[in-house]
């Protein structure tokens, strides 16, 4: 299917009375993970628009340009309010974030399953077991502020066992920039996998910072604080992957693409009959959007689809689902890799200076470090960490339940000084 060869099926204006914005919320007791995930994308997605959006329009000064892109950016403001309000009010922050990175786990596995280009596979490997740790700990977190086991929350589709241990995650923000695209024609899958996952986390980091300031204890401030430093290293680093030499309204073009798929994917794979009418009606306003971005790109470019997206055939669609054996895989072949500048070594044998040096200026006392010391806390108070494993760790050094281990990913940090 191509998108610029469709027409939206309702006519008439992009806009709806305060009725149709109110929403039922899911059931959080009973929707499907996926679900409250793929809203969680999308309220990404839409926010990525619409802060591109306010971009464009502030660096340019055609007022008829700015007002059509005005006029996008309040239908997009529109979708992200109904996206926001399917989450239910008794739905907590902190299973909210469970969500949070069961997306980020299983988004940016199956993504890197699709692309084509090595540089983006390697980048989506590298974070995935970062954020597959951030889930091990905020759902350690939800045990020991709760007594609510994460494993319901995800429905046993994603494990719940140590990545990448949180505490290696910190690195030098040189070290977090990319080889963007730079092919004339980047294969489509490639285009829309840097956009959805750069878009994905960015909601991650943003809700993380909000997170922090409205939370009442210290602890999990300080978790959601220092997680959501590294997930602005994984919004750079997939940001870095973009094509840069594209003009605005090429861009423009592009995130209503990747919109139109993306919708058009949850359509496809929604498994709720209710949610699936939303994502319909989401994907006909979206092709208007489309349209419009595609004749500003005419009429102030003289460019046209082909020039911007030569293949805009969908690829098949964008599926979240379990992705424990290919976690599992890139866990036990790459758990001790860190960035250097652009590309990835093994700490053991090449670690960066960069990274030795911002190791030691961050973590140093390591008991500053929240994402370890709570760990610690919940294995005294219990005897040993919460896990949802279907086999041992495929690390073994991460197997040790009684104990967090600060050392893999960090090597020579621990010989050397702790």
């Given at each position: 299917m191509n998108p610029f060869k469709m027409r939206p099926e309702r006519t008439g204006d992009l806009f709806i009375d305060w009725e149709k914005f109110w929403v039922k919320?899911?059931?959080k007791n009973e929707v499907n993970p996926y679900t409250r995930t793929r809203i969680i994308l999308m309220n990404g997605t839409e926010f990525e628009n619409v802060w591109f959006s306010h971009q464009f329009s502030r660096s340019v000064?055609?007022?008829?340009?700015r007002r059509k892109l005005a006029y996008i950016r309040k239908?997009?403001?529109q979708q992200q309010k109904i996206l926001t309000h399917l989450k239910p009010a008794d739905e907590s922050a902190l299973e909210h974030t469970i969500g949070y990175e069961q997306l980020a786990v299983d988004l940016t596995a199956h993504l890197a399953k699709r692309v084509n280009d090595k540089n983006i596979k390697s980048a989506l490997d590298f974070a995935l077991l970062e954020d597959f740790?951030?889930?091990?700990?905020?759902?350690d977190y939800l045990d020991f502020t709760t007594g609510e086991h994460a494993e319901k929350l995800v429905g046993g589709y994603t494990e719940i066992t140590p990545g990448r241990p949180t505490i290696s995650h910190h690195r030098h923000p040189y070290d977090s920039i990319r080889y963007p695209m730079t092919d004339k024609c980047p294969a489509t899958m490639d285009v829309l996998a840097a956009n959805v996952i750069t878009a994905a986390e960015?909601?991650?980091m943003n809700y993380y910072m909000n997170t922090a300031a409205l939370w009442p204890d210290e602890m999990g401030r300080r978790l959601y604080q220092?997680?959501?430093?590294?997930?602005?290293?994984?919004?750079?680093?997939?940001?870095?992957?973009?094509?840069?030499?594209?003009?605005?309204?090429?861009?423009?073009?592009?995130?209503?693409?990747?919109e139109c798929w993306l919708y058009w994917s949850c359509y496809e794979t929604e498994t709720d009959t209710r949610i699936r009418g939303i994502w319909q009606f989401m994907f006909e306003q979206e092709l208007k959007h489309l349209h419009i971005a595609l004749e500003?790109?005419?009429?102030?470019?003289?460019?046209?689809?082909?020039?911007?997206i030569p293949d805009a055939e969908f690829p098949a669609p964008l599926v979240l689902e379990s992705n424990i054996e290919y976690v599992r895989c890139v866990l036990g072949s790459t758990v001790n890799d860190t960035a250097c500048r652009e590309r990835y070594v093994d700490v053991r044998t090449n670690a960066p200076e960069t990274f030795i040096r911002y190791q030691r200026l961050v973590n140093d006392p390591v008991r500053n470090v929240m994402s370890h010391t709570f760990i610690e806390d919940y294995i005294r108070?219990?005897?040993?960490?919460?896990?949802?494993?279907?086999?041992?760790?495929?690390?073994?050094?991460?197997?040790?339940?009684?104990?967090?281990?600060?050392?893999?990913?960090?090597?020579?940090?621990?010989?050397n000084r702790y």
């Open positions: 919320p899911y059931n000064g055609d007022d008829e340009l239908s997009e403001q740790d951030h889930l091990y700990r905020y759902a960015q909601q991650t220092e997680i959501g430093m590294v997930e602005e290293q994984h919004v750079t680093q997939y940001g870095s992957l973009l094509k840069p030499c594209m003009s605005r309204l090429e861009n423009l073009l592009v995130h209503q693409y990747v500003l790109l005419r009429q102030y470019e003289k460019k046209d689809w082909q020039d911007v108070k219990n005897g040993e960490d919460y896990r949802f494993e279907v086999a041992p760790n495929p690390v073994p050094e991460l197997r040790d339940r009684t104990k967090d281990n600060i050392c893999v990913g960090r090597q020579p940090l621990c010989r």
